[in-house]
């Protein structure tokens, strides 16, 4: 049986040999994927994936393109590319958090994550992978159509202790080793919050970074977790995540009982690498509680961002939703949206651009990323 392969702050590494790999190794493997429309090698054309619903929140799949403005930092674009209900390849990777708080949920993730598997993906045409997160990033099973692996590495889902918690600046943190560079995971010069604290915006980050920036097509990245551990590198996971012209669909999962059962998220603050100065994007208070413990509240808020900010949507399993029940709506999503394509005028900035995209139908709400970095050639 193949070994699970390790990504962590340094980058990739294979479990069995402890040994980083080189830059940016991880590829798409199996059959070619189809292309994005392009317009000429020196052309840059952007794709703006996006899902329309009417004021009843029902999905609208009637639009044609002349329905449809946009505009980059105020400027408006001519949309010369557009398709409904795209037949372009799609990617999806799971994210799934394994720390001690989803340990009792791990059993309905795996049953409702693989039936949605098995209805998403086409043979020979679409692809999915896994990542497992706690205080390590391991890739369970790389990309693959095959139902078969992905049920085998759903199968080695497991939750974890705390390990570890050793400190380390993750991606472009000052003293920190960045994804495919050598060295340790203890604390740069300038030190730096725990692995722990980050380990979610640092999955989101080399996800993108070192799996969905290489394919092509339409790609999403699912989490299911509280939302906890992103500190203070939430904008570095958005970054990624736009560049890699993914969608984060966020559904917030665990177990509310643990930190009353267990009394464990209250010693968080006490755990090396967890009493830092972490804090949530744009400077946001701190992700722990008054006592200490993960701050939910926070996490709600760290996982509404992560999909507000690409264009994916957030959901919560409770009472009113259940795993399969918001499944249902994310897979209608992806069959539903609106593929717009644009090349930028000349007076485009360099750095960040801003969309904004509406629909001239009354009453039409629509979802798409609010904006992205340019591809550096």
Do not use: W
Not at 100 to 108: G, I, K, R, T, V
Not at 196 to 223: C, H, P, W
Not at 244 to 254: E, G, H, N, P, V
Not at 292 to 308: F, I, P, T, V, W
């Amino acid at each position: 049986m193949l070994e699970p392969k390790i990504m962590t702050q340094r980058g990739i590494l294979l479990n069995t040999a402890s040994v980083v790999m080189g830059n940016r190794i991880l590829r798409a493997q199996g059959t070619p994927r189809a292309q994005l429309p392009t317009f000429s090698v020196d052309v840059e054309v952007v794709n703006v994936f996006v899902t329309v619903r009417d004021k009843k929140g029902k999905i609208v799949k009637d639009l044609a393109k002349e329905d449809f403005t946009l505009s980059e930092d105020g400027r408006m674009q001519s949309i010369r590319y557009f398709s409904r209900e795209s037949d372009l390849p799609l990617t999806i990777g799971l994210l799934v958090d394994t720390t001690p708080s989803e340990s009792n949920m791990l059993d309905a993730e795996r049953k409702a994550s693989l039936a949605f598997l098995n209805r998403m993906l086409r043979p020979e045409k679409d692809t999915a992978f896994l990542i497992q997160y706690y205080h390590e990033i391991v890739l369970l099973q790389d990309l693959t159509s095959s139902r078969e692996k992905l049920e085998a590495a759903m199968n080695r889902l497991q939750a974890h202790g705390f390990g570890n918690q050793g400190g380390g600046p993750g991606p472009g943190q000052p003293g920190g080793r960045g994804p495919g560079q050598p060295g340790g995971r203890g604390q740069g010069p300038q030190g730096g919050p725990g692995a722990y604290e980050t380990v979610l915006a640092d999955a989101v980050y080399l996800a993108s970074d070192e799996i969905m920036k290489a394919q092509q097509g339409r790609k999403a990245l699912l989490i299911l977790g509280d939302g906890g551990h992103l500190g203070n590198r939430g904008e570095q996971a958005i970054a990624a995540a736009q560049q890699a012209d993914t969608l984060i669909y966020s559904i917030r999962i665990y177990d509310k009982d643990f930190a009353a059962n267990n009394g464990v998220l209250g010693t968080l603050s006490r755990i090396p690498g967890m009493g830092g100065p972490g804090r949530g994007p744009g400077g946001g208070p701190p992700n722990r509680g008054p006592g200490g413990g993960m701050d939910h509240a926070r996490g709600k808020e760290n996982l509404q961002e992560l999909s507000s900010k690409t264009g994916g949507a957030y959901f919560e399993v409770g009472k009113k939703e259940t795993l399969d029940q918001i499944y249902g709506k994310i897979e209608e999503e992806l069959r539903s949206q609106y593929n717009l394509g644009y090349t930028p005028d000349a007076s485009a900035l360099n750095g960040y651009r801003r969309i904004k995209i509406e629909v001239q139908r009354k009453g039409m709400v629509v979802r798409g990323r609010e904006g992205y970095y340019p591809h550096t050639k």
